[in-house]
């Protein structure tokens, strides 16, 4: 067994730079006393440190290393050591150009920043695979190596010609012929039939941008080719230290707090042994409530869990403010251990941060950091993260544990390319992951645990699955959903799903037959108003507003629940349900606010009993998970608002953090936080 799985201890701690501070040894020797007193136990290193592990080609310096991990390992911590290639030394870009990126115009880049560089260059794999051997050599048996962190936030794409090559040997390897390529890109449109590999080049404002199969492609490209690169980096690291586990650290959009864009982590999180991500929530803005921010952080957070169907890490966050919002806001006191306790909640088993101590210089010298630049355990930051690693250690016996759900949302990378990509509709509101965390926040409302999954998932582990705005859906996604429901799943499906396949060509014949059948239904069209126009739909004598995208439907075997009460469709059926087998397909055809989604999944949730039993009267502003196992379960009680919450759970439980025991009937001052058990 690893080390990994024999640490008891949540993971507290962070991203540690020695390598920015071997001229100050005061300072690193006061790290460890300060580490110690701000009880973190784990630290990530060397993620930007390949100019000081190779100051010259060929020179290696790792005396460094040795010492900080020695001296963490006997403090009692532990390392996430890391690969450096997220940042390359100036040495390698000055004498292997080809190292460097080459944008969509055909500009190579020069040496700065960080990920500016290309995953296809030889060299570049060349120079990566010997310095990640010799520090998978030289650690592997270390003791107070934990875990590997290879690379750092893979983003972006390079348009070199070895990633053209390596783009067109992709391809082949797909469709094998010009014929099979050309019809899934439907080369007769303006003439853009290929004739030969070689005419093949990625998008680019310089050529062409609007073939959407080769968009699509590209873009699977990308994320295959970055997920080759990190193959390629853990070859060594796999051969020096097999039972060490691999992470990578994955993102999320900041304003919106939506799934990463520009890489499928379905896809790549078959390749990682944990998945983690960096979590930078903008708590205090000025455009949402506390609330609506924090589930949208738990919408995130259950979409990693999902993706590997065990818990997940926090790999970086901060215990105070960033650098990089347009507003970099301080967490108000009580939100450290509020926003900490909802990552533990969601599935993570640590919360580690960006960054342990400030940066003297450049970008990050002001990002939050557990040690700020006056070197003081006394200020409110310090203070706030050793009380979450007090925390932390109180309810360690919560790690490791998993959460139950019973419903699903899905979500699907490559049908937001291709729905962000269709030239048609409205620009400005497809705005399909927003939609998604929309029907998430009915359930996190009502306590009830959520799996953000993929399409590759198996449906029959959930008796509810909500499958919004699939506008890319193969036919074998189509055949999973009426197996799904036949067997007794209740599936919930929206407007703009169903138009295309998974070559983004449109379905010919209108719908697909197979989801007529299931739906019961024939969709005729689809009516897209302006953002201010609005209609509406009355179900059950109680009238909605409707907006964006209105789907006009013909039941066949449904039956309709909600009608339209205006425009020229106005009495037909907006929402129906068709029941299909031993299930439920429901279609909602128009977009709807909050308010009808929750009345809508009232009666879902009231059929199949989904609604959590130890709540007798919850609270939208207090969230309540569940993490536990057959033998005890841990419920997190946490009051995102900035007034006293109130609710009623069945009996008295008890309070890890003061084991006391608490409720019926529990308060909750604000930023609130209660871990109670069984």
Same mark, same amino acid.
């Given at each position: 067994? #690893?080390?990994?799985?024999?640490?008891?201890?949540?993971?507290?701690?962070?991203?540690? #730079?020695?390598?920015?501070?071997?001229?100050?040894?005061?300072?690193?020797?006061?790290?460890?006393?300060?580490?110690?007193?701000?009880?973190?136990?784990?630290?990530?290193?060397?993620?930007?440190?390949?100019?000081?592990?190779?100051?010259?080609?060929?020179?290696?310096?790792?005396?460094?290393?040795?010492?900080?991990?020695?001296?963490?390992?006997?403090?009692?911590?532990?390392?996430?050591?890391?690969?450096?290639?997220?940042?390359?030394?100036?040495?390698?870009?000055?004498?292997?150009?080809?190292?460097?990126?080459?944008?969509?115009?055909?500009?190579?880049?020069?040496?700065?920043?960080?990920?500016?560089?290309?995953?296809?260059?030889?060299?570049?794999?060349?120079?990566?695979?010997?310095?990640? &051997?010799?520090?998978? &050599?030289?650690?592997?048996?270390?003791?107070?190596?934990?875990?590997?962190?290879?690379?750092? &936030?893979?983003?972006?794409?390079?348009?070199?010609?070895?990633?053209?090559?390596?783009?067109?040997?992709?391809?082949?390897?797909?469709?094998?012929?010009?014929?099979?390529?050309?019809?899934?890109?439907?080369?007769?449109? @303006?003439?853009?039939?290929?004739?030969? @590999?070689?005419?093949?080049?990625?998008? =680019?404002?310089?050529?062409?941008?609007?073939?959407?199969?080769?968009?699509?492609?590209?873009?699977?490209?990308?994320?295959?080719?970055?997920?080759?690169?990190?193959?390629?980096?853990?070859?060594?690291?796999?051969?020096?230290?097999?039972?060490?586990?691999?992470?990578?650290?994955?993102?999320?959009?900041?304003?919106?707090?939506?799934?990463?864009?520009?890489?499928?982590?379905?896809?790549?999180?078959?390749?990682?042994?944990?998945?983690?991500?960096?979590?930078?929530?903008?708590?205090?803005?000025?455009?949402?409530?506390?609330?609506?921010?924090?589930?949208?952080?738990?919408?995130?957070?259950?979409?990693?869990?999902?993706?590997?169907?065990?818990?997940?890490?926090?790999?970086?966050?901060?215990?105070?403010?960033?650098?990089?919002?347009?507003?970099?806001?301080?967490?108000?006191?009580?939100?450290?251990?509020?926003?900490?306790?909802?990552?533990?909640?969601?599935?993570?088993?640590?919360?580690?941060?960006?960054?342990?101590?400030?940066?003297?210089?450049? =970008?990050?010298?002001?990002?939050?950091?557990?040690?700020?630049?006056?070197?003081?355990?006394?200020?409110?930051?310090?203070?706030?993260?050793?009380?979450?690693?007090?925390?932390?250690?109180?309810?360690?016996?919560?790690?490791?544990?998993?959460?139950?759900?019973?419903?699903?949302?899905?979500?699907?990378?490559?049908?937001?390319?291709?729905?962000?990509?269709?030239?048609?509709? =409205?620009?400005?509101?497809?705005?399909?992951?927003?939609? /998604?965390?929309?029907?998430?926040?009915?359930?996190?409302?009502?306590?009830?645990?959520?799996?953000?999954?993929?399409?590759? &998932?198996?449906?029959?582990?959930?008796?509810?699955?909500?499958?919004?705005?699939?506008?890319?859906?193969?036919?074998?996604?189509?055949?999973?959903?009426?197996?799904?429901?036949?067997?007794?799943?209740?599936?919930?499906?929206?407007?703009?799903?169903?138009?295309?396949?998974?070559?983004?060509?449109?379905?010919?014949?209108?719908?697909?037959?197979?989801?007529?059948?299931?739906?019961?239904?024939?969709?005729?069209?689809?009516?897209?108003?302006?953002?201010?126009?609005?209609?509406?739909?009355?179900?059950?004598?109680?009238?909605?507003?409707?907006?964006?995208? /209105?789907?006009?439907?013909?039941?066949?075997?449904?039956?309709?629940?909600?009608?339209?009460?205006?425009?020229?469709?106005?009495?037909?059926?907006?929402?129906?349900?068709?029941?299909?087998?031993?299930?439920?397909?429901?279609?909602?055809?128009?977009?709807?606010?909050?308010?009808?989604?929750?009345?809508?999944?009232?009666?879902?949730?009231?059929?199949?009993?989904?609604?959590?039993?130890?709540?007798?009267?919850?609270?939208?502003?207090?969230?309540?998970?569940?993490?536990?196992?057959?033998?005890?379960?841990?419920?997190?009680?946490? #009051?995102?608002?900035?007034?006293?919450?109130?609710?009623?759970?069945?009996?008295?439980?008890?309070?890890?953090?003061?084991?006391?025991?608490?409720?019926?009937?529990?308060?909750?001052?604000?930023?609130?936080?209660?871990?109670?058990?069984?």
């Amino acid at each position: 067994m #690893n080390r990994y799985n024999l640490e008891k201890r949540f993971l507290h701690g962070g991203d540690y #730079n020695p390598d920015q501070w071997l001229q100050y040894p005061d300072i690193l020797k006061e790290d460890i006393e300060l580490m110690k007193l701000a009880n973190t136990n784990t630290f990530s290193l060397g993620i930007f440190a390949w100019s000081t592990l190779e100051p010259e080609e060929g020179i290696f310096n790792f005396q460094w290393l040795d010492n900080i991990m020695d001296s963490i390992y006997q403090m009692g911590g532990n390392v996430i050591l890391a690969t450096p290639s997220g940042a390359r030394p100036s040495w390698m870009a000055e004498k292997y150009e080809e190292v460097l990126r080459t944008n969509e115009k055909n500009e190579k880049s020069i040496f700065g920043g960080r990920h500016n560089h290309c995953f296809t260059s030889p060299k570049y794999r060349e120079k990566v695979a010997i310095i990640n &051997e010799k520090l998978a &050599e030289r650690y592997a048996n270390h003791p107070a190596l934990l875990m590997w962190h290879v690379s750092n &936030e893979y983003s972006g794409e390079c348009h070199c010609d070895y990633c053209k090559n390596a783009f067109r040997e992709w391809l082949i390897n797909k469709y094998q012929s010009l014929e099979k390529l050309n019809h899934a890109w439907w080369g007769p449109f @303006w003439s853009h039939s290929i004739t030969s @590999w070689k005419q093949i080049n990625p998008p =680019s404002p310089l050529g062409e941008t609007a073939v959407h199969g080769l968009n699509l492609d590209w873009r699977r490209f990308v994320t295959d080719q970055t997920i080759d690169f990190y193959k390629h980096e853990i070859k060594a690291i796999r051969k020096y230290s097999p039972n060490v586990p691999i992470t990578t650290n994955f993102m999320s959009d900041t304003y919106d707090l939506i799934p990463f864009q520009s890489l499928n982590y379905a896809e790549f999180s078959k390749h990682v042994d944990i998945v983690s991500w960096d979590c930078y929530p903008a708590w205090h803005n000025d455009w949402e409530s506390t609330a609506d921010l924090a589930s949208k952080v738990g919408f995130i957070n259950d979409q990693f869990r999902s993706l590997k169907q065990q818990p997940f890490l926090i790999m970086e966050s901060t215990p105070s403010a960033v650098n990089w919002h347009d507003v970099n806001k301080s967490k108000r006191p009580g939100m450290h251990l509020l926003s900490s306790m909802q990552l533990i909640a969601h599935g993570s088993d640590s919360n580690l941060y960006f960054q342990w101590r400030k940066s003297r210089g450049s =970008s990050e010298k002001f990002h939050g950091a557990v040690v700020d630049h006056d070197r003081s355990s006394e200020n409110r930051v310090f203070k706030d993260v050793q009380l979450v690693g007090a925390v932390l250690e109180k309810i360690k016996a919560v790690k490791g544990t998993d959460k139950k759900s019973r419903v699903a949302i899905l979500y699907d990378w490559e049908n937001n390319w291709a729905l962000n990509d269709a030239q048609g509709f =409205s620009q400005k509101t497809k705005r399909y992951p927003q939609t /998604l965390q929309e029907h998430y926040r009915v359930f996190w409302d009502l306590d009830i645990s959520v799996d953000v999954i993929t399409i590759d &998932e198996k449906l029959d582990n959930y008796d509810l699955v909500i499958a919004p705005m699939l506008y890319l859906i193969s036919e074998t996604t189509i055949n999973k959903f009426v197996k799904y429901v036949k067997r007794g799943g209740y599936l919930v499906s929206t407007y703009l799903t169903g138009l295309v396949d998974e070559t983004d060509l449109a379905y010919l014949g209108g719908w697909p037959s197979q989801l007529v059948e299931l739906f019961g239904i024939e969709l005729q069209e689809t009516d897209i108003y302006y953002p201010k126009q609005i209609n509406g739909i009355e179900e059950n004598n109680r009238s909605y507003q409707t907006k964006d995208y /209105l789907s006009i439907v013909n039941p066949l075997n449904a039956k309709t629940l909600a009608k339209y009460t205006d425009d020229f469709y106005r009495g037909k059926s907006a929402v129906t349900v068709n029941n299909f087998g031993k299930g439920k397909a429901y279609f909602v055809g128009a977009r709807t606010n909050y308010d009808y989604l929750f009345d809508f999944y009232q009666s879902i949730i009231g059929e199949l009993d989904l609604a959590p039993k130890f709540i007798k009267v919850g609270n939208k502003n207090v969230s309540i998970q569940t993490r536990g196992d057959s033998k005890q379960r841990h419920y997190f009680i946490l #009051n995102f608002s900035e007034q006293k919450q109130a609710i009623k759970i069945d009996e008295k439980k008890k309070n890890l953090l003061t084991d006391k025991f608490v409720g019926p009937e529990i308060d909750l001052p604000p930023y609130g936080v209660m871990i109670l058990s069984d």
